[in-house]
């Protein structure tokens, strides 16, 4: 089954799968709600996700499939390559990650090897992984202060929001620059959303 928003791209990913005689697009759908309504209905080996779709998001669409069908596999087909929205989406549950502009060299064989009980991740996206896995990640307190502060949020207006200090939250701008190497706002929003640790 093909989870995307995109009719586009569910048609080009369709078209690579039935040029193999062992593989067949069973459904297809647009939206995570659409999944998990089609899913028992036609109980595909695998499924193929987006993680930006309108209404449920990738991410929470898996950690549902799994919950309900603990057996389904689900492999992410996405064009992030952030390192935090890979480990959320593994741990939610999928067992495979490829980024978009890798399906043509991978996609056949990642299907393979999941339906097989393997798990596939994108080598970039592995390799981003393994190299941030040993820094501090940001708290979940950090993440709520810097999106305020991508939202354009001053120092000020972020304390007035979270109800502490303006002092709390220069402390905690201080603890993400150094964990994210940033040198100030605008690097530690641009590390962050392309990491996928936030969302712009």
Not at 41 to 61: E, Y
Not at 80 to 99: H, V
Not at 112 to 133: D, E, M, P, T, Y
């Amino acid at each position: 089954m093909i989870v995307d928003d995109h009719p586009f791209l569910r048609e080009g990913v369709k078209a690579v799968i039935e040029t193999q005689e062992d593989l067949a697009v069973v459904a297809e759908a647009e939206s995570g709600e659409q999944a998990l309504a089609l899913y028992p209905t036609r109980l595909p080996d695998i499924v193929l996700m987006d993680l930006q779709m309108p209404g449920i998001g990738g991410v929470d669409t898996i950690a549902a499939m799994r919950s309900n069908w603990p057996h389904a596999r689900i492999v992410v087909l996405t064009t992030y390559s952030g390192d935090a929205q890979a480990l959320r989406a593994l741990r939610a549950g999928a067992s495979g990650y490829l980024l978009k502009n890798t399906l043509r060299k991978e996609l056949l064989d990642t299907i393979r090897s999941v339906h097989a009980g393997g798990k596939h991740l994108n080598a970039q996206v592995a390799s981003s992984i393994a190299f941030h896995v040993i820094e501090d990640a940001l708290t979940e307190r950090e993440i709520g202060v810097l999106s305020l502060a991508a939202s354009g949020n001053s120092n000020k207006q972020i304390a007035a929001k979270l109800a502490v200090s303006e002092e709390t939250v220069k402390g905690h701008m201080k603890l993400i620059f150094a964990k994210l190497g940033a040198s100030d706002r605008t690097h530690a929003v641009t590390i962050a959303a392309k990491r996928g640790i936030i969302t712009l």
